[in-house]
């Protein structure tokens, strides 16, 4: 293929550029198939992914400073092999410069290499850390440059550690030699003129070849101009992706729902407490959705205990009262079950008909509710993923409502909105999600926040006890247990292994039954069937178990108002966010409510972090944003399952300002030019097509 030597002007040139770009990492020299199938597991698989694997960092070969790396040269003059205090061999060679002698010490070494390859009165340049050995300036096993080699800069690359250095730098100089000239300019002028930024061409080759110390350090700090412009790329395509899905959203024709005076009055009379102002505002929000054409996509948010089930509720009678069904998913069965009992009571002296679908439902009750679903006798269908799983139709599916919707795959949301005519949607959450966050994994959606508890609710005392006190922490337990109320006791799955699962499970139950000696003590692991698992909450529920000891923290998802402690062991091996979920589950009445958090002896720095967090705030999305910037950006729930590409230059959390930018240059172009048909915009509409479509098509699908 000949050489491409200029922009791509069209869309032949546009393929053969890309074509180029696309050729295996493998056509470059130095890389065969052991290195090739290393850098593949890195993300390093095709000429443009070396072109865009920057440097993390240079080696600078300047003049030395005493305990830095630096180059110092000489003329050779002599070596010996001298032994150390301890009886070890060390080859020292000395050199002259122009400041008096300094030496090179190699430890480990084969004869007299490599001072057997030193020429007597030649000029030498070694790159070490320099330190003082026997009152001389020492190089401690020096790497030796070449004379044109001193005061440049060289790039170090993340790459597998089998791999040289050497041998990535000479394929990565091939790539952008040859393959730099292929790279199509991936921002539109507007936008370059706007921030500053380089062009993508002059940006690519800053970030491997700073020339200058200052470059570096402005790459370093990820705040020079040809850094930042990959910071926003990233973000804007994003957004820009996301924004047309939610155009689309708007233009897909939906159910216009009816919903007047004589519903909201039949609401009010079922209702058994009044709305929360942020219920209100958020139902508000809902319904003004509902009454509209196009199709609803919200997300709901709130802490647990906030009320959102309710407004959910409320939201799926307005779609039934218009002749439609309604689904609502639940991320387990217990929650799956739960959502079916609380649906039954507060629809109790209502005509509405509800049908629970999960996995555990035996086959002749399932093809019961399937013939039901399908001819439209039942309003609420209430379930699992089994029901996407299942040949399911639907009469009029009219509402979705997905209940924790992390927990679901970006494609099992989509068979969910395909399973009616554009039904409106609404997502519910009880992690609070950061600002940030929300905007880059639900930028497509629109959002309600309920932040407000219903009234008497009683703030959640929490406190911490080491390892060593666990004592203390089941006698304060053993207090409220003889008030007649119940416990949870929750601890870490520590191994993937069942059978360690149950051991482990079995030795802190036998321990708490004793200490408990009393009380009647449960256990809930990941073996036990549907059926033991409903038995067990149950009893736990009716007061029959006073205390519940679970292995498997999502199946703890029951609401016992009567449950008023909730005890932690290992606290530390939690995230904030499900911690703060855990202490959800008690705090559900008027009764004081207590969470206790045991931390281990080797507890990190990052758990202390968690754990104090812990004591000092109640707010969920205080604690998501600290929890965020602890675990950082890519461990963050549902980050890595979202359907999202993972930024490889953009973090949410130091760039927010960037995001927030992009977000809105994106809603601008588009508002101007929503089908990106401009001519300024084409590199816009060119880019998605070639970078970001498989990223794109179910970005933010619900």
Not at 93 to 113: I, M, Q, T
Not at 126 to 150: A, I
Not at 320 to 327: A, E, K, M
Not at 599 to 613: F, K
Request: net charge positive; aromatic share 10%.
């Amino acid at each position: 293929m000949e050489k491409y030597t200029g922009e791509p002007h069209n869309a032949v040139e546009t393929e053969a550029a890309l074509s180029f770009l696309k050729k295996s990492v493998k056509s470059l020299p130095g890389i065969g198939d052991k290195f090739y199938n290393s850098l593949q597991k890195m993300g390093i698989s095709t000429v443009r992914d070396v072109i865009y694997s920057f440097p993390y960092r240079f080696d600078m070969f300047k003049s030395p400073v005493y305990g830095e790396k630096g180059v110092i040269g000489g003329v050779y003059e002599n070596h010996g092999i001298i032994k150390t205090r301890n009886g070890k061999r060390m080859l020292k060679a000395v050199f002259r410069s122009e400041n008096g002698f300094f030496s090179a010490v190699w430890l480990h070494f084969k004869g007299d290499y490599p001072a057997n390859t030193l020429k007597k009165g030649e000029t030498y340049y070694l790159y070490g850390t320099v330190s003082k050995n026997d009152g001389m300036p020492s190089v401690f096993h020096p790497e030796f440059l070449k004379p044109e080699e001193v005061g440049a800069l060289r790039p170090v690359y993340s790459i597998p550690g089998a791999m040289p250095q050497s041998v990535y730098r000479k394929a990565a100089e091939t790539a952008l030699k040859t393959g730099l000239a292929y790279v199509p300019e991936t921002l539109p002028d507007k936008i370059l003129e706007k921030y500053k930024f380089p062009g993508i061409k002059d940006a690519i080759t800053t970030l491997h070849r700073p020339e200058t110390e200052a470059n570096v350090s402005g790459i370093i700090s990820r705040t020079h101009p040809a850094y930042k412009r990959f910071i926003y790329e990233e973000f804007f395509y994003l957004q820009t992706a996301m924004e047309i899905r939610r155009r689309s959203y708007s233009a897909a024709e939906g159910i216009k729902f009816r919903i007047d005076k004589d519903f909201l009055n039949k609401i009010k009379d079922i209702m058994p407490f009044r709305l929360t102002s942020a219920q209100r505002r958020a139902l508000v929000d809902i319904f003004n959705d509902m009454m509209s054409p196009a199709q609803m996509n919200r997300l709901v948010q709130g802490d647990v205990g906030s009320g959102k089930t309710i407004i959910a509720f409320i939201a799926g009678a307005a779609a039934v009262d218009n002749g439609y069904q309604v689904i609502i998913i639940a991320p387990t069965e217990v929650l799956a079950e739960q959502h079916f009992g609380n649906l039954q009571k507060f629809f109790r002296n209502s005509p509405y008909s509800a049908c629970l679908m999960t996995g555990s439902v035996n086959k002749k009750d399932k093809a019961e509710a399937r013939n039901l679903i399908a001819s439209g006798a039942v309003n609420f269908i209430v379930g699992t993923h089994a029901v996407l799983e299942e040949n399911v139709e639907f009469f009029n599916l009219g509402l979705v409502i997905v209940d924790e919707q992390h927990r679901f795959g970006v494609r099992q949301r989509k068979a969910l909105m395909d399973k009616g005519p554009a039904p409106d949607v609404i997502l519910m959450t009880a992690t609070p999600i950061p600002r940030t966050l929300a905007m880059t994994v639900y930028g497509d959606l629109d959002v309600s926040v309920i932040d407000e508890m219903p009234p008497g609710r009683i703030a959640c005392i929490t406190k911490s006890y080491p390892a060593e006190k666990l004592n203390d922490a089941l006698k304060f337990v053993e207090e409220i247990l003889e008030k007649g109320q119940r416990a949870y006791f929750i601890y870490p799955l520590i191994d993937e292994s069942d059978k360690l699962e149950l051991k482990a499970a079995t030795k802190s139950f036998d321990y708490i039954k004793r200490f408990f000696k009393n009380k009647n003590v449960g256990l809930l692991h990941g073996k036990m069937k549907g059926e033991e698992k409903k038995i067990l909450l149950d009893g736990f529920k009716n007061g029959s178990i006073d205390v519940l000891v679970s292995t498997t923290v999502v199946e703890v998802g029951v609401d016992v108002p009567e449950a008023t402690v909730i005890l932690i062991e290992n606290a530390e091996r939690f995230g904030l966010s499900q911690l703060h979920q855990l202490r959800g589950r008690v705090g559900r009445s008027s009764l004081q409510s207590y969470c206790i958090l045991v931390t281990s002896q080797d507890i990190t720095e990052n758990g202390r972090s968690r754990i104090s967090a812990m004591l000092k705030y109640t707010d969920g999305f205080k604690l998501a944003e600290i929890d965020l910037e602890i675990r950082g950006q890519g461990d963050f729930f549902g980050t890595r399952q979202s359907g999202l590409p993972e930024f490889k230059f953009a973090n949410i959390i130091t760039d927010a300002k960037i995001l927030q930018a992009a977000q809105k240059d994106a809603k601008e172009i588009l508002s101007c030019d929503p089908e990106l048909e401009k001519e300024e915009n084409k590199i816009i509409k060119n880019t998605l097509s070639a970078h970001y479509s498989g990223g794109a098509s179910y970005l933010g699908v619900g």
